[in-house]
C-alpha cells in the first residue's frame, strides 16, 4: 500500500504555544489530504479536507483559525495547532487519498499531542 | 441515524474461530466500502476495499457487499490473538465530494 509520514510521532509543549504536524506522501502524489482526531477510547473525528493548492474545508464545530492547515504540495500537508491548551492534547492522524476512482485513504502512524 | 453503524463489542472468539463484523450504512449511493484494522495506540491501517456486491477474499480475510441491504461484513478465518483490535468500516458517500465516513469501531478480541 501507500506510505504516508508524519512527523513529530509525539510532542509535548507548554499551553499557549503552537505545534505544527507535517504529513506526507512518500511513495505517491496527494492531491487531497484529510487530517482527524481521535481522543482516547473514541472513534476518528475528521478535521478537515485538504486539498493542494486551495483552501481546506473543515468539519462542522472545528475553528480554522486554531487548526491552521496548508497543502502547498502534492506530497506534504501541515496541520498547525495555534494556542494549544490541555484540551488540545489527542491524538492526530492525517491520511491522503491515492486515488479519487477508488477513494482508498491511507494513514500516516499519527502524532499524539500533548499540551501541558 | 449514524451513517456508519457498527456494534462496539467487544466481540470475542476463541483462537481458530472465524470472527465476524458488520456494518451498515445509510447513503443507498455509498460507492466504495473499506476495512480498517486499528491497533491500541496505533493509526488505522487498511485491509480490504470492496465496491461491488458480493465476496472479495484476501487470504484469511473476506469482505462481504450487500448494497441493497445497505450492510458489509468482514469475516476473519482462524482468528489469532494478533487479530485483536478494533475495526473500522467507512464508507465513501457518492455526493459531498466523496467523503469517507468512518463507523465507531468493533473491538474483537481472540483468546488464546
Known amino acids: 500500500g501507500a506510505v504516508v509520514s508524519q512527523h513529530p510521532s509525539w510532542v509535548i509543549c507548554k499551553s499557549g504555544t503552537s505545534v505544527k504536524i507535517e504529513c506526507r506522501s512518500l511513495?505517491?502524489?496527494?492531491?487531497?489530504m484529510f487530517w482527524y482526531r481521535q481522543f482516547p477510547k473514541q472513534s476518528l473525528m475528521l478535521m478537515a479536507t485538504?486539498?493542494?493548492?486551495?483552501?481546506?474545508?473543515?468539519e462542522q464545530g472545528v475553528e480554522k483559525d486554531k487548526f491552521l492547515i496548508n497543502h502547498a504540495s502534492l506530497t506534504l500537508s501541515t496541520l498547525t495547532v495555534t494556542s494549544a491548551h490541555p484540551e488540545d492534547s489527542s491524538f492526530y492522524i492525517c491520511?491522503?487519498?491515492?486515488?479519487?476512482?477508488?477513494?482508498?485513504?491511507?494513514f500516516g502512524p499519527g502524532t499524539r499531542l500533548t499540551v501541558l | 441515524q449514524k451513517e456508519v453503524e457498527q456494534n462496539s463489542g467487544p466481540l470475542s472468539v476463541p483462537e481458530g474461530a472465524i470472527a465476524s463484523l458488520n456494518c451498515t450504512y445509510s447513503?443507498?449511493?455509498?460507492?466504495?466500502f473499506f476495512w480498517y484494522r486499528q491497533y491500541s495506540g496505533k493509526s488505522p491501517e487498511l485491509i480490504m476495499s470492496?465496491?461491488?456486491?458480493g465476496d472479495k477474499e484476501d487470504g484469511r480475510f473476506t469482505a462481504q457487499l450487500n448494497k441493497a441491504s445497505q450492510y458489509v461484513s468482514l469475516l476473519i478465518r482462524d482468528s489469532q490473538p494478533s487479530d485483536s483490535a478494533t475495526y473500522l468500516c467507512?464508507?465513501?458517500?457518492?455526493?459531498?465530494?466523496?467523503?469517507?465516513?468512518f463507523g465507531a469501531g468493533t473491538r474483537l478480541f481472540v483468546k488464546a
Open positions: 491520511s491522503a487519498r491515492v486515488s479519487s476512482a477508488n477513494n482508498e485513504q491511507f
Open positions: 447513503d443507498r449511493v455509498s460507492q466504495s
Open positions: 511513495d505517491f502524489q496527494a492531491t487531497t
Open positions: 485538504s486539498n493542494e493548492g486551495s483552501k481546506a474545508t473543515y
Open positions: 470492496i465496491y461491488s456486491n
Open positions: 467507512a464508507v465513501s458517500l457518492a455526493t459531498g465530494g466523496f467523503k469517507t465516513i
